[in-house]
């Protein structure tokens, strides 16, 4: 089969070759998996998505940290193509969409079937691909851990990226108030069309003073959940927004700068901050974990959420993906597809 092999650890952003001199190699001759337990099934994959941690794990920057060579990726959607003798869920020629810690950069992909979900007949195999891990940590971090509730006001940093614009969305299925910070006029408008309560754009505006002059036109005390999954100086300008026992969301850093929350005023504004690392609910929660896929799942059939795919691309072209990634081009998703790649929709049922 067909694979996207990570044999040293270096810069994604370089053309793959078989020469073996650069960070990932294009394999056409990989070993199709086999069925590794009774239970387990094998997914030929339509799409498989490209998140930040993807490109910090061949990096080597990510917490976690595969035995080199590995096949990288993580969310993907397919068709079940093989199942084990016990299996119950599926069968062969079920549409399908999971998370793996790695693996998903190919042609095939094996795992259990507890692992796997069930897409919906409407639903677009490519867009499936998409939900597990960006829109799953947005869910979490904002309806288990901040408990959002609406009327409240939601700030949300990277509001166009991978993670950032699904907070976007669920903010406003929650009834949130929703602020977006994001860079560039194309993004800009697009959350404008989201009906956005407020967007700024970083690249030209103060962010802080933006808000603030929302807020005092709404004749709101400021900001009661922060998202951030960017870190670094805005992080810290963005606390001088909060109100008295706001919450912060601690997503990721992807200004590459990890920012202090002075412990002496979140004692004294009562604030509560959560860390929020989707990749270990499964280990810890799996209850939540296959809920929180469900509803989203649910949502995207209903049409209440939408999946807004920048580019993608094939395997072997996976470098120009990641620059997207590297360079802050992506407006939502970024996809690897096999096969043609449909249009992105899903009926309301």
């Known amino acids: 089969m067909e694979a996207l092999v990570c044999r040293k650890l270096g810069d994604p952003t370089t053309p793959p070759d078989s020469s073996q001199t650069t960070a990932l190699s294009l394999s056409t001759s990989q070993s199709i998996p086999t069925l590794t337990s009774p239970t387990s099934v094998r997914v030929r994959i339509k799409s498989t998505s490209l998140n930040y941690l993807n490109y910090l794990q061949v990096l080597g920057n990510y917490q976690e940290k595969p035995a080199l060579p590995f096949v990288p990726g993580s969310d993907y959607s397919g068709v079940v193509e093989s199942v084990g003798t016990d299996v119950t869920k599926f069968k062969v020629g079920d549409r399908v969409c999971s998370a793996a810690t790695s693996g998903s950069f190919a042609q095939f992909i094996v795992a259990d079937e507890k692992e796997l979900y069930g897409v919906p007949e409407g639903c677009d195999l490519v867009a499936a691909a998409a939900l597990p891990i960006a829109y799953g ?4 971090a904002l309806i288990h851990r901040a408990n959002i509730k609406p009327g409240q006001v939601l700030l949300v940093l990277g509001a166009a990226g991978g993670v950032g614009f699904p907070a976007v969305q669920i903010g406003k299925i929650c009834g949130a108030i929703v602020i977006a910070v994001a860079r560039g006029s194309e993004k800009v408008e697009l959350l404008k069309s989201m009906g956005v309560d407020h967007v700024v754009d970083s690249s030209k505006d103060n962010v802080i003073e933006s808000v603030k002059a929302f807020l005092k036109t709404r004749n709101l005390k400021g900001v009661d959940v922060l998202y951030d999954p960017v870190g670094g100086k805005l992080t810290k ?4 927004l909060l109100t008295w026992s706001a919450q912060i969301l601690v997503i990721g850093f992807a200004s590459g700068v990890v920012p202090v929350i002075p412990a002496n005023i979140a004692l004294v504004k009562n604030w509560t901050i959560h860390g929020m690392y989707w990749g270990s609910y499964p ?3 799996q209850g939540l974990y296959a809920d929180t896929i469900k509803q989203l799942l649910s949502w995207l ?9 920048s580019r993608s691309y094939k395997l072997q072209e996976a470098h120009l993906a990641f620059l997207d990634i590297r360079d802050r081009k992506v407006i939502g998703k970024v996809m690897i597809t096999f096969d043609d790649p449909k249009s992105i929709t899903c009926s309301r049922l």
């Not at 300008?237 to 001088?240: D, F, N, P, Y």
């Not at 059939?301 to 795919?309: D, F, K, V």
């Open 283 to 285: 280990a810890n929660d």
């Open 301 to 309: 059939a209903r049409g209440l959420i939408t999946i807004n795919i």
């Open 237 to 240: 300008e963005s606390l001088k």
């Open 137 to 140: 940590t947005s869910h979490v």
